[in-house]
């Protein structure tokens, strides 16, 4: 189930789990219980992922910073939760550690009662389901099909993805910096790595203007806000150093035998973290995905070359499509790290304080007109953005753009007013930045995606922002009967 919510009893959440009940007993058939015992099975294990979701936060209550982190001293946690046994736990798996953050500590309150409240029986059918699902998409035919038949009521895909579709994913996923070194070599030139460093670095100086700027904020605090944003680290296009996957055993005719042993490697390579400090070279993407992010404890912003592409980024375009595409990506990531989450960290990427409290206040009072801003698009009949849980990236996206177009601004073109096209350049890097975000998508992925994605859907993380960026009105000569007007005062500038 997509998230603990998806338990509660609304119409277009009982579909789902009656789908799930279906494709639980629908896996126990295929591994050869009758269809009778299929279905108590099914019942069985969607009754305890009824109990655990109980105890989950929301997604709106996991922004909490400070919330998730529990450090926890193993001898406590044993008398908290003897039935988890932690101890003996962490024995078995090799790990030698005295604390360790328990980030959601009601979820292991529950699991430490359910160990004692359900039966070893029921554990095993609950494992097993487990199981089941996790590789079902690595199994023959049958087992394919039965999860797709799950997807498509969640997600509304009518069909499935092509064999080569999926290979290439299966391959990005688990081989990423293999497959990574090959695709950098054919699709990210050195000239554009510098390009992009060049604009990363200008929309890093536009920031700190803008920082200058800002009538709401002291200037101690606008100190530390600049000391941060130059202490930031940039990652572009690969990691320096690449993943050895020397352990992983790949063999033509073993797909889930292949599967479980990069699996295993990814999972070792993960615990033998324990205890060492922390590789600042590690990347948490492939780099042929189209994605980047920002790593609050890190301090740093990361850009793959799967976004260093067209539409987003072209090393032949002009700045205008440049600045409005990958230029509002950069300005985002940016902006996390001064967003309700990232302005809880420092230069260093300790969660501490380096406000005032006076512009503390200001700040927080700014982010909840985010929220309320937000709440109130509509996105498909009476469904509306979640405000609370998506204030982080759309905090991102309107500080993000007006950054970057700060930034444009600084360019020869930006200074210009020579038409290219029929536009001009500040209209072409309007456009550029609605042209980052074209997706087509069925209804029920927009409803999936409004409950559990933590960004706006991509039609909102145009219109939301440009509504609040008074340049976008000039350029298009926005009028107060337009739909996407807001009057001056209700525009937003945060950053
Ligand atoms: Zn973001």
């Given at each position: 189930m997509p998230d603990r919510d998806y338990f509660n009893t609304d119409s277009s959440t009982v579909i789902i789990q009656e789908a799930y009940r279906m494709y639980l007993t629908r896996l126990f058939e295929l591994v050869g219980s009758s269809s009778e015992q299929a279905k108590l099975n099914a019942q069985k294990v969607y009754e305890i992922d009824k109990e655990i979701a109980s105890s989950h936060r929301t997604r709106v209550e996991l922004r909490d910073v400070k919330a998730n982190y529990n450090k926890i001293a193993i001898r406590d946690l044993d008398?908290?939760?003897?039935?988890?046994?932690?101890?003996?736990?962490?024995?078995?798996?090799?790990?030698?550690?005295?604390s360790i953050n328990v980030g959601q500590p009601t979820y292991y309150d529950k699991l430490n009662e359910l160990l004692k409240t359900v039966s070893i029986q029921d554990w095993k059918v609950y494992l097993k389901a487990k199981s089941l699902i996790n590789y079902s998409n690595a199994l023959s035919k049958a087992f394919v099909d039965a999860s797709f038949e799950y997807d498509k009521i969640i997600s509304g895909q009518a069909v499935q993805k092509s064999r080569g579709e999926k290979m290439a994913s299966a391959v990005d996923q688990n081989l990423g910096e293999a497959l990574g070194q090959s695709?950098?070599?054919?699709?990210?030139?050195?000239?554009?790595?510098?390009?992009?460093?060049?604009?990363?670095?200008?929309?890093?100086?536009?920031?700190?203007?803008?920082?200058?700027?800002?009538?709401?904020?002291?200037?101690?605090?606008?100190?530390?806000?600049?000391?941060?944003?130059?202490?930031?680290?940039?990652?572009?296009?690969?990691?320096?150093?690449?993943?050895?996957?020397?352990?992983?055993?790949?063999?033509?005719?073993?797909?889930?035998?292949?599967?479980?042993?990069?699996?295993?490697?990814?999972?070792?390579?993960?615990?033998?973290?324990?205890?060492?400090?922390?590789?600042?070279?590690?990347?948490?993407?492939?780099?042929?995905?189209?994605?980047?992010?920002?790593?609050?404890?890190?301090?740093?912003i990361v850009f793959p070359a799967g976004i260093l592409q067209p539409p987003y980024f072209?090393?032949?375009?002009?700045?205008?499509?440049?600045?409005?595409?990958?230029?509002?990506?950069?300005?985002?990531?940016?902006?996390?790290?001064?967003?309700?989450?990232g302005a809880q960290f420092d230069k260093e990427g300790n969660v501490k304080n380096w406000w005032t409290e006076e512009d503390y206040?200001?700040?927080?009072?700014?982010?909840?007109?985010?929220?309320?801003?937000?709440?109130?698009?509509?996105?498909?009949?009476?469904?509306?953005?979640n405000g609370a849980m998506t204030v982080g990236e759309n905090t991102a996206d309107i500080a993000g753009i007006a950054v970057a177009y700060?930034?444009?601004?600084?360019?020869?073109?930006?200074?210009?007013?020579?038409?290219?096209?029929?536009?001009?350049p500040d209209q072409r890097f309007f456009l550029s930045i609605a042209k980052i975000w074209r997706v087509k998508m069925k209804d029920e992925f927009l409803r999936l995606w409004i409950n559990n994605n933590s960004h706006s859907p991509p039609m909102w993380r145009v219109n939301g922002p440009l509504m609040n960026t008074t340049p976008f009105y000039h350029a298009f000569n926005v009028q107060p009967e337009d739909r996407m007007y807001l009057p001056e005062e209700e525009r937003i500038t945060i950053w």
């Open positions: 008398v908290k939760h003897p039935n988890i046994g932690w101890s003996r736990l962490l024995k078995d798996l090799y790990a030698q550690t005295d695709y950098v070599k054919r699709y990210f030139s050195e000239e554009a790595k510098m390009r992009m460093l060049d604009l990363v670095n200008n929309i890093q100086k536009a920031y700190a203007t803008r920082i200058d700027k800002l009538e709401w904020m002291s200037d101690s605090t606008k100190q530390k806000a600049k000391e941060k944003l130059f202490a930031i680290t940039k990652k572009i296009g690969y990691p320096d150093k690449w993943k050895d996957y020397s352990n992983v055993h790949i063999a033509r005719d073993t797909y889930f035998e292949n599967l479980v042993s990069a699996n295993a490697t990814a999972f070792q390579r993960n615990f033998d973290k324990l205890g060492k400090s922390v590789d600042k070279t590690e990347w948490f993407t492939t780099p042929s995905t189209v994605t980047a992010y920002n790593n609050p404890t890190a301090n740093e072209d090393n032949n375009a002009d700045d205008a499509l440049n600045y409005g595409g990958i230029g509002m990506v950069i300005g985002h990531e940016l902006t996390h790290t001064f967003d309700d989450q206040k200001k700040f927080k009072s700014k982010i909840q007109q985010v929220i309320d801003q937000y709440s109130e698009f509509t996105v498909l009949d009476s469904l509306r953005i700060d930034a444009f601004k600084m360019t020869q073109q930006g200074q210009d007013t020579t038409k290219l096209g029929d536009f001009s």
